[in-house]
Structures are given as structure tokens and as C-alpha cells.
Nanobody, 122 residues
Framework: QVQLVESGGGLVQAGGSLRLSCAAS????MGWFRQAPGKEREFVSA????????YYADSVKGRFTISRDNAKYTLYLQMNSLQPEDTAVYYC???????????????????WGQGTQVTVSS
């Protein structure tokens, strides 16, 4: 069992930046998802446990960067050029993996954090 703890959310003006962090230890492929009010949880970004493979949703490509520091057991999501449509609760997710793959679907993940709110004002 792994516990995931997100941090770094908050309120920012459009065009601003935030960096989310998620603490987790072990050989896990990890991802970020988000859920806006009244909408389904959606994929944002994913990274393999080695960090060699990364994927992004088209809506965030070029603005968000996923990374991990396995020595610090921490996953990051650097979010730049934030827009009001990025407002959502952001969730960190993990699944144990030995293949070196990254995973893009909600159902691929076994473990979820409690979420951190990101609000972007116009």
C-alpha cells in the first residue's frame, strides 16, 4: 500500500505558474489527473517509474512539465501559462510497475491522493 500526498495547489491569476508535488516511494508509474466541477476526471500527464517516458494531454502540452526525483520519492507537475480552464482538483496517481511504461487511463491506477485544488482567475 502506498500513500500519496499532493501539495502545491492554490489560487493564481491567468498566465501564472504553480508547481504541484506528490510524495510517494517505490517502483511506481505515476500520473496527474484533474477533475473540474460537474466533469469527469481527466488525464493530464504521466511518467514511467524511471522517468524516461512522459505523456501529456493535448490541452496542457507545452505548458505543463511532469518530472520525478526518485531519490526524494517525489513527483512534480510544473504548470506554466495557467488558464481559467485549468481550474480543477488535481490528483496524483500511482501503480506498481516493472515494465518502464507510463499509463494514461484512470483505470490503470491503483492508488490515488486526496487531491489539491488549483484555481486560476481571469
Amino acid at each position: 500500500q502506498v500513500q500519496l500526498v499532493e501539495s502545491g495547489g492554490g489560487l493564481v491569476q491567468a498566465g501564472g505558474s504553480l508547481r504541484l508535488s506528490c510524495a510517494a516511494s517505490g517502483r511506481y508509474a505515476m500520473g496527474w489527473f484533474r477533475q473540474a466541477p460537474g466533469k469527469e476526471r481527466e488525464f493530464v500527464s504521466a511518467i514511467s517509474w524511471t522517468g524516461d517516458s512522459t505523456y501529456y494531454a493535448d490541452s496542457v502540452k507545452g505548458r505543463f512539465t511532469i518530472s520525478r526525483d526518485n531519490a526524494k520519492y517525489t513527483l512534480y507537475l510544473q504548470m506554466n501559462s495557467l488558464q481559467p480552464e485549468d481550474t480543477a482538483v488535481y490528483y496524483c496517481a500511482a501503480r506498481r510497475d516493472y515494465s518502464g511504461r507510463a499509463y494514461l487511463a484512470v483505470y490503470d491506477y491503483n492508488y490515488w491522493g486526496q487531491g489539491t485544488q488549483v484555481t486560476v482567475s481571469s
